[in-house]
């Protein structure tokens, strides 16, 4: 059942806002039941949506204790006249989701986890002490074990260290520190160094990576350690021939990170170790169609269950965000069955939580953790790649509250004024989730290599979800709020089941699947 429009609010409570407009409830189609009066939701709460997404449960391995929850929080909308709060009270019906014990995987490690450190604990102490524990790089790969690069994020460099106890994914970061200044020769050869981090702008990131460790679709956090000195010979080996490797896809890409031959004694690294998350999207070759609903709808609903419990959004999910895996052998759909979930055998993982916003809904005193996109306007003028249309829409949707994506030279005052006030990026705001899946819908359709017309198949088939998922719809045309509307509605049409066999272990939570909420 669609959300009711009186329940759609986005920023300031105390007016229905453009954006408020733009999520009005969507048209039903004739796959769909008709919606309840409002007052059975009220009466019958497993019909909310919260209570499908609690039972669509990702495949996963070894169970862990439950991450702490509270019901979710919000600030107070201004006061209204009695006559108005009694309408406003009959027209809202609270959506809110339950989420079924999350399932984790024990992932490969290079050695036991090491117990989750307290995020709160400060990087560096007041005396300029790092509270961490301090290695170099052979300590992080030692003789015997492999170091592979695997991606570029948006301020740290991804390698993947493995032996033969298993494989590890570390994320590096680097800190204020000293560092070889650039020859002559590597400038010419359009060597750009990024911006080192502070722990300040760090903490953020770790924090939202403890948080979503335990919700299935997102990457297991380990532990985090700074790595000081020189690199080795294996660490400037694997740096080498990934930038030759992105040299032959692009050519005119800059190297934005600097080689190991330039650390010094000094130069410092944070980095956080990670559980291995498969193969970026970006180089998976998707073969079959079943891959393709998969990805979309996986990552879709691991969305959805971070934007209840954490009020989460993501902002950058490129292909290099999104990894994928082969959890299990394939299994063929049911002929003539509407069910298009959980055949391919894919898992799917997120990555990179360095643009994220995200709240810890069980403090009572919680306060949004953020990064404040405004402090790089370059990311929103720039047209180097198709992402960065992406990160316009976003910017433009806080400044105007609709579809309309301003283009480049709209983005170059900070802190610009929008329909509520100068932009914040502490704004919860789930429709960028949305951004970033119609962003992912037409990748997967733009390098599928199976059958074209397996594609042509998908795409009929997904014609009205499309249709409310475009971020370049008509005006009048309405659209979804944030990734549990597309999952609702992927529900409603039949495409995901919770008794499915691609979802079997979600029976394992088989008290909520007794109760026949679908």
Known sequence: MPIPAGSRTYGRQSKRSRATRLFVELAQSPLRQPPKPKEDLLADPVSCLSEKLGSIHIVEETPVSKPRRSPRKSKAPARLPPEEEDEQEQAQVRIEVTPIKPVTPSPPALEQASPQPDCATPLVEADGET???????????????????????????VYRVSNERGTSIIKVIRLPSPIKPLTKAQINARLVDEEPQSADDVRGELEISEWLADIPGFVVYKERYVVRGK????????????????????????????????????????????????????????????????????????????????????????????????????????????????????????????????????????????????????????????????????RSFLLRADRQCLPPEYHTRPYE?????????????????????????????????????????????????????????????????????????AVESGWIRPDHDGLSRARQDCDLLDRKQL
């Not at 509270?131 to 460099?157: Q, Y």
């Not at 994220?356 to 720039?382: G, I, K, N």
């Open 231 to 394: 690199g080795t010979k294996e660490l400037l080996e694997t740096h080498q021939k990934f930038q030759r490797r992105l040299k032959r896809k692009d050519p005119g890409r800059a190297q934005f990170y600097p080689s190991p031959s330039r650390y010094l004694d000094d130069t410092e690294f944070l980095v956080v170790e990670l559980g291995d998350a498969g193969t970026a999207l970006e180089d998976w070759r998707l073969e079959t169609i079943d891959q393709v609903w998969d990805v979309f709808f996986l990552e879709a609903i691991a969305l959805a269950r971070a934007e209840d419990m954490f009020m989460f959004e993501h902002r950058d999910l490129h292909e290099g965000n999104l990894c994928v895996r082969q959890r299990s052998a394939p299994t063929k759909k049911p002929s003539g069955s509407r069910n298009h979930f959980g055949h391919s055998g894919l898992d799917i993982t997120i990555l990179d939580y360095g643009l994220s916003r995200a709240e810890d809904l069980s403090r009572d005193d919680t306060v949004p953790v953020a990064y404040d996109l405004e402090r790089c306007l370059d990311m929103f003028t720039s047209t180097y790649a198709s992402q960065c249309r992406v990160y316009r829409q976003m």
């Open 417 to 489: 004024a929008g329909i509520d006030g100068p932009i914040s990026w502490e704004t919860y705001a789930p429709y960028t989730n949305v951004l970033w899946l119609a962003y992912l819908y037409n990748y997967l359709i733009d390098n599928f290599a199976g059958s074209k017309t397996d594609l042509a198949g998908f795409t009929e088939e997904t014609r009205e979800m499309w249709t409310h998922l475009d971020p370049e719809a008509d005006e009048e045309v309405p659209a979804f709020e944030c990734a549990a509307d597309i999952v609702h509605f």
């Open 131 to 157: 509270s961490l524990r301090i290695l170099a790089w052979d300590d992080v790969c030692p003789p015997g074990d492999r170091i592979d690069k695997i991606a570029e994020a948006s301020s740290a460099e």
